[in-house]
């Protein structure tokens, strides 16, 4: 296979991502946990983002069908201000930050997202949207690190901001066995009201 090839799936998730202010913000909060926790699998600053949908693996030409339904919705969507809160764990090994703010306008996009994909006929597997950041994941039998990095966090809230893009990302997952990167596909401005990528 020519390494120019495109593969055959691509992982795909849709999300919103925040500012690099507010992302910097937290990062300066999370410097002493870098330091005394160097184990942890860090997630990439860069690669921060609260996901609204999970799609997996889709053939790669299912993904352009989602383009202008994406598009149409975050013409039509107010941006949500949002910041980032306090922090947790999932399951003891995956640390996270929390969001608050429009909370309410975050999950009416995620539910018309949700419907667009549907519409498309892409079938994906639909969780309760817990808004979250994932920071880091734990090694397997560290049931420690994630729960002690967030305590230290739990003070923690940021400046508001607003969400202003709706991205569709793909991801390398399971193509490497380096870190995980993830690549806007295409982003779209939220409140535009005429659709349009950019």
């Not at 975050?74 to 999932?90: D, E, I, K, N, T």
């Not at 608050?100 to 892409?122: I, N, P, W, Y």
Request: proline share 8%; net charge neutral; aromatic share 6%.
């Amino acid at each position: 296979m020519n390494e120019q090839t495109q593969p055959a799936t691509v992982r795909v998730f849709i999300a919103l991502a925040p500012p690099d202010p507010a992302k910097e913000e937290l990062a300066r909060e999370l410097r002493p946990a870098y330091d005394t926790h160097p184990q942890m699998r860090w997630n990439r600053i860069e690669d921060w983002h609260i996901t609204l949908a999970f799609l997996g693996e889709l053939p790669a030409e299912r993904v352009p069908l989602l383009r202008s339904p994406l598009a149409e919705i975050a013409a039509h969507h107010r941006p949500p201000r949002l910041a980032l809160r306090g922090s947790g764990s999932f399951d003891d090994r995956v640390l996270w930050s929390g969001i608050e703010g429009d909370l309410d306008e975050l999950h009416m996009l995620a539910a018309d997202v949700r419907t667009a994909v549907k519409r498309c006929g892409v079938a994906f597997e639909e969780r309760p949207l817990r808004p979250h950041l994932t920071l880091a994941r734990a090694r397997r039998g560290d049931r420690s690190s994630a729960v002690e990095i967030a305590a230290t966090l739990t003070g923690f809230t940021g400046h508001r901001w607003p969400a202003e893009r709706l991205h569709l990302v793909g991801s390398n997952v399971g193509r490497s066995s380096g870190p995980i990167h993830y690549r806007d596909i295409e982003a779209w401005a939220l409140g535009s009201g005429s659709p349009g990528g950019a």
